[in-house]
């Protein structure tokens, strides 16, 4: 079977750092993928990791490690706007094409 | 480039009645996922269509079916709604080689 596990929630504070994990179990894995969505806005994507390592782009950052089944997206400079839910995604190589599962989301709330 | 559009946005519906969602992908892509999105269960996958064949179904009920038509543009049905289908239905497109998919803003159907 697949699962994918993420906090549920968080909190930080303008300027901080914030990092959040993911850990998956899958039968076949082909990539992770975080999104970030805003309430009542569709989801948009971040990042994509496929080897091991990190991919950096910005503010945003986002860890692979393939042996552990364990990815983490860490947020630098926190901004009010960086409130939102933070989605993980798994795509399986079983499947063809670009069906994903997606952890629940953790909701990140940013004060100042 | 316009994104992936949805229609109708908000839907109202009774138990038993049937619905139809429609999503225009991005000009150029095949891909067209589609994802129930709830509180409880979050973003879950329904179905991929490519080049007019589904490709990928994930664990829904009969009840929920799709097509593509061939400019890419997909429908999806649900009859015989129950309470539990209110959800935000997200449709997501993806182009020919890539991993990234691209979501659209999303139908509100809500069962009453």
């Keep these: 079977g697949q699962n ?10 303008e300027g ?12 076949g ?29 910005g503010r945003f950052s986002s860890f692979l490690s393939r042996s552990k089944g364990y ?27 670009t069906a994903l599962i997606f952890g629940k989301g953790t909701t990140l709330s940013v004060s100042s | 480039k316009a994104g ?9 519906k009774t138990r038993g009645q049937q619905v139809t969602l429609s999503c225009s992908p991005i000009s ?5 996922s ?15 269509y490519f080049s007019e064949t589904q490709r990928n179904k994930g664990n829904f009920p009969g009840r929920f079916s799709g097509r593509q038509f061939s400019n890419s543009r997909s429908e999806m049905n649900v009859s015989t709604l129950e309470l539990g289908d209110s959800a935000l ?13 691209y979501f659209g803003p999303g139908t509100r159907l809500l069962v009453l």
């Design chain 1, 71 to 97: 990815s983490y997206l860490l947020l630098k400079e926190l901004q009010m706007k960086d409130s939102a839910s933070y989605l993980c995604a798994v795509r399986d190589r079983r499947a063809t094409g």
């Design chain 2, 4 to 12: 992936v559009t949805q229609t109708p946005r908000y839907l109202i």
């Design chain 1, 4 to 13: 994918i596990d993420q906090p549920t929630e968080m909190t930080a504070t």
């Design chain 2, 28 to 32: 150029g892509h095949r891909s067209v």
């Design chain 2, 89 to 101: 239905y997200l449709c997501a497109s993806s182009s020919s080689g890539s991993e990234t998919q």
């Design chain 1, 16 to 27: 901080a750092i914030v990092q959040i994990n993911c850990t998956y179990q899958t039968s």
């Design chain 1, 29 to 57: 894995f082909n990539g992770l993928f975080w999104y970030q969505q805003h309430a009542g806005e569709a989801p948009t994507f971040l990042s994509y990791n496929v080897l091991d390592g990190l991919e950096e782009k």
């Design chain 2, 34 to 48: 589609w994802y129930q999105q709830t509180p409880g269960q979050g973003l879950q996958f329904l179905f991929e």
